[in-house]
C-alpha cells in the first residue's frame, strides 16, 4: 500500500503555494491561487483608504480616551503593578514608549503589555460585542506604545484603530460566539490578530506584510477563560497588546507565516473555533462597508462594574429619572436578567471590592442611593457603608432560561420591576445598556468616567490637561512628543515626568 | 426560575479557593484543598533535590551542548535573521544576554526568542518524545538568557534544564499525542509551560511563585501546526523560550494565575487537550523517579532532515557497516516505514534544500555514497549533484496501515531491503534511530554534529574552544562571563566579540 498522493496534498505544497503568491505579489501581478481568509482581511487593512468618515473617527477619539482613562485608573491595580515591576527590569535604548503609573520607558513591546494589563485591569474598559472582545484595551496600548516609539502622529493612531477594530471584528465572527463559550479568552485571542492588522497599518505595510503580521499574530494568540478571576485576566490583555505588537514587527523585518493559518487543518478555525464557529462570510459582514464602529459601536462601560448588572443599573436609572422616587420611598427591586448575567452576579453579601463588582445587590443599592456608581463605590470601606447595605435587601434577582441567550441577534431583555411603598408598581426593560451604540454616552458622562477615573490619580488640572489632549489627538503631530507629557505619572501621585 | 447555586460553584469561589491556599501556603500551614495538577508540578519543581545523578546531568549537558551547536547553525537560517533583526530594535541596557549569530546583546526575553527561533530553525535539534515537543530547542536558550543576564552558574543552568525536562514531560503526557495530534505546536504550548518551570527554578522561586509562573506560562502558551512549512515554525519555538522566562519574571514579582488553570472547565486540558487526551496521572509517570531523561531520554538528531528519515538511514549504514557494500553494489533500498512519515516524505524529486530534508531518496542516496549526511548535503547546490541524483531511483518506500502507528508503545518497526547486483538481498529493522536512548550516540558522533554545525560559522580554533566550554559547563561561576565568549559570534563570520 501506498499514501504518496496523499502526501502531495498536505504540507509543503502549501508553503509552495505561498511562495508563488508571495512571488507574484511582489512583482504586483496577481495572484496564482484564491485568496485565503487572513490574505482578504489584509488586503483590506493595508489599501483601505485612510480618509475616514468623521461617524467613524469621532467614536474611535472617544474610544481612545476612554481607553487611556482606564489605563491611568488601572495602573493602581495589583495586577498592573506587578506587570510593571516585571517590565522595569528592561528599560529602553533610545526612544522607547511610556509606562503608565511609572513613566518609566520601556521598549514598545513591554510598554503595550504594562499598558494593556493596567488598561482591563478594573474591567472598566469598553467591551466589543461584535467580537465578544474587550478590543480597545488591546489595541490602543499597542498602538500608543508602537507609536510613541516611532513618532507617529495622532492621526496616525485613530487610523490604526480604525483598521484594528474591523480586523478584530473579521475574525471574531468568524469564531464566536462558539470560541468564547469554549473558552478561550477572545479579547487575547482574536485581540492579538486584529491587533497584528493595527499595528501593520501604523508601519505602513503592504498587504503582503500585513498578512504576514496577522499569521504570526495567530501564531501568538493566546490565553484562557480559566484564568478569569486571577490577575491573568487583565494579564492576557496585556499579553496581547505586546503580541499584536510583535508581530507586526517581525512582518516588517522580513519573518513569515502560512496565509492559510486560520483555514487550514491545523489552523485557528479548527483548533480554536471551538464546537460550532460560523467561519468567514464577508459577503455578509464586508470589510469596512459601513465600518463597524458605525454599524455595532463599541459598549464603553458607565458602571465600574461587571457588565451583568448594567442594564439593571439602566432600568432603575430610567425609573428614577421618570418618576422621582429615593431609596426611603422602595419597598423592593426585582430585576430579570439572563442565566449568564446570574452565574456571573454570584456575590448577594460581598465582603469586598472585587466581590461588589459581581454582587447585583450591592450595585442596585449604590444606584438607588446615589444615582450613579462611581470607582470610589468600590473600596474596602465603601462596600461596607451601613446606608448601602441597609438597601441591599431590597434586591432579588431571577434569571431566563439558558436557552434565551443563544438568540443569534444578541439582545437581551432585561426587565425590572420596583414596588414604591406607596402601593405604586413601575416596570421597564432594556435591550441595550447607556454606552452601546442604541443608547450612546452623551458629553458630560464621558467626562465624568474620565475624570472618576483620573483625577484620584492625576488631580484635577493634569486630568483636563489630559481629556484635552485625547480629544485633540487627531492634531497631535509627533506621539512621542505628546505621550511622556500627557502619561508619565505614577500612579496615585498628581506628577508629570 | 432560579440558578443561584450554579453560580455559586464557578469562577469567583474557585478565586477565594486560590487565595486561601496562597495564604496557607505562605505561612507554612496544610493547604486547604486538594492541590492541582499544576500545583503538585511546580511543588515538585520547586522543592526537588539539586543534587543529580550523573547519569541525568551528562546526557542534559550533552542536550544542551546539541542545542547550541543547533542555535550557532541555525542563526544562519532566514527564519532566525528576521527575528534578530526585530529584536536589535531594542538593545539591553545593562547585562541582558546575547544574540547568537550577531553577538549584539538584548533583554534577555528577546534573546530567548531570538535564540529559540535560531535553535530550531534547521530541525536538527533534538526531539523529546516523552512531551512530543522539541524540548531544548525551547528550555536551552530561555535558561542561557536568562542565567546571562542574572549571573547564573553552569550547575544552576544544567538544574534548571532537569527541572524544566520533567515539568515538560508531566504536562505533555496529559495531554499528547491527543493534543499534538489535533494540530497544536506542542513544542510551543507544552514548551512554554515547562520552561516557566525551568525559569522559575533559576531564579529559586518557592512552590508557591512557581506554580504561577506555570499558570502565566499556560495564559501565554500558544502555537498551532498550521504553521508548519514556514518561518512560524521555528517562531514558536523562539516564543515560547521567551513567554516561559517572561511568566517566571512576572510570577517572581508578584503576578499571579490560577492554580486550576490546567484542570478548570476553560482550562489547558478542555481547550488544548484535542479529542481524547489521557490527563494527568503521576501515579503511572512519577515526577523526576527516575528522572524523565534516564527514563525516555532526549533523541539527539544525527541527521540534519526530517526524522522520518532517520531509521531508514540508520537500516542502511547498519547494513553498510555489516557488509561492507558500495553505491555501485546496489541494485535497489526499499523502505518501509509508517504512514506519517510518507505524508512527511512528500519529495520524490527535491528541487532545494528544503524539499530535499524531507525527501526519502536523497537522503538515502546520501547516505549510500558517503556513509553519513552533513549540513552540506542540504544546500542548492548539493542537491543538485549528479552523482546523488543518479542513485535516488534506487530508493523506493512503502506505508505500514494508519492504525499501526496507534501503537500506544510508540515503537514503530521501520524495515529495510537492499538487493545488491550480486543478488544478495540483505534485510534489516530498526524501532528506534540512533540518538534515543536505544542507540545513543557516542563521544565522536556528537563531536562531528557539533562541528559540521559550528565550524562552518566559527572556524575550527572557535569551536573547538565552543564544545569546551559546554561540556565543562558544570564548571562555570558565572554565565554572563562565559556566554559573551562563547556565543557572541556573526553568522558566517569566524570572529568572537
Given at each position: 500500500m501506498t499514501v504518496r498522493h496523499i502526501g502531495t496534498e498536505i504540507g509543503h505544497l502549501s508553503r509552495i503555494s505561498i511562495k508563488l503568491r508571495a512571488a507574484s505579489d511582489q512583482t504586483g501581478a496577481m495572484t496564482m491561487t484564491a485568496p485565503t481568509t487572513l490574505e482578504k482581511i489584509a488586503t483590506w487593512a493595508a489599501t483601505t483608504s485612510s480618509d475616514w468618515s468623521i461617524n467613524s473617527v469621532t467614536p474611535a477619539i472617544h474610544a481612545i480616551a476612554d481607553t487611556v482613562a482606564c489605563m491611568v485608573s488601572g495602573a493602581t491595580d495589583a495586577a498592573a503593578i506587578g506587570v510593571r515591576t516585571t517590565v522595569h527590569s528592561w528599560p529602553a535604548v533610545g526612544p522607547g514608549a511610556t509606562i503608565v503609573g511609572s513613566g518609566c520607558r520601556a521598549p514598545a513591546p513591554f510598554a503595550a503589555f504594562a499598558n494593556g494589563t493596567a488598561a482591563h485591569a478594573q474591567d472598566f474598559d469598553d467591551n466589543f460585542l461584535a467580537a465578544l472582545t474587550h478590543a480597545s484595551a488591546v489595541l490602543v496600548p499597542a498602538l500608543l506604545a508602537l507609536g510613541e516609539e516611532t513618532g507617529a502622529s495622532g492621526a496616525d493612531i485613530i487610523d490604526g484603530y480604525l483598521v484594528g477594530l474591523e480586523c478584530h471584528a473579521a475574525i471574531g465572527r468568524g469564531v464566536n460566539r462558539s470560541h468564547y463559550l469554549k473558552g478561550f479568552h477572545a479579547t487575547a485571542t482574536v485581540g492579538c490578530i486584529g491587533t497584528a492588522a493595527a499595528c501593520a497599518r501604523l508601519l505602513k505595510l503592504d498587504e503582503f506584510r500585513t498578512a504576514h503580521a496577522m499569521s504570526l499574530g495567530t501564531s501568538m494568540a493566546a490565553g484562557l477563560k480559566g484564568q478569569f478571576g486571577s490577575h491573568a485576566k487583565p494579564f492576557q490583555a496585556g499579553m496581547a497588546a505586546q503580541n499584536g505588537l510583535l508581530a507586526a514587527c517581525f512582518a516588517r523585518d522580513g519573518v513569515e507565516g502560512r496565509a492559510e493559518v486560520l483555514d487550514n487543518e491545523y489552523g485557528f478555525l479548527k483548533l480554536f473555533g471551538g464546537d460550532a464557529p460560523p467561519g468567514w462570510d464577508f459577503a455578509a459582514f464586508p470589510l469596512g462597508t459601513p465600518h463597524v464602529i458605525e454599524a455595532v459601536g463599541l459598549a464603553p462601560k458607565l458602571h465600574p462594574c461587571c457588565g451583568s448588572t448594567h442594564k439593571s443599573i439602566d432600568n432603575l436609572l430610567d425609573l428614577k429619572a421618570q418618576h422621582n422616587f429615593q431609596s426611603e420611598d422602595v419597598e423592593s427591586m426585582h430585576t430579570f436578567v439572563n442565566t449568564s448575567n446570574v452565574l456571573n452576579l454570584c456575590f448577594d453579601a460581598p465582603q469586598n471590592e472585587m466581590e461588589a463588582r459581581f454582587s447585583m445587590q450591592y450595585c442596585m443599592a449604590v444606584a438607588l442611593k446615589y444615582g450613579f456608581l462611581s470607582l470610589q463605590d468600590f473600596t474596602p470601606e465603601a462596600v461596607q457603608r451601613p446606608e448601602i447595605r441597609a438597601l441591599m435587601p431590597l434586591t432579588t434577582m431571577d434569571a431566563t432560561p439558558p436557552e434565551a441567550e443563544l438568540n443569534p441577534a444578541g439582545e437581551y431583555v432585561h426587565e425590572l420591576t420596583v414596588k414604591l411603598k406607596s402601593g405604586a408598581v413601575l416596570k421597564t426593560a432594556r435591550t441595550c445598556a447607556k454606552g452601546t451604540i442604541g443608547d450612546p454616552l452623551k458629553d458630560a458622562e464621558r467626562r465624568r468616567k474620565f475624570d472618576d477615573c483620573c483625577v484620584p490619580v492625576l488631580g484635577d488640572a493634569k486630568s483636563a490637561t489630559l481629556y484635552a489632549a485625547c480629544n485633540d489627538l487627531?492634531?497631535?503631530?509627533d506621539l512621542a512628543e505628546l505621550i511622556p507629557n500627557m502619561l508619565a505619572s505614577s500612579a496615585g501621585h498628581a506628577h508629570v515626568a
Open positions: 487627531i492634531g497631535c503631530q
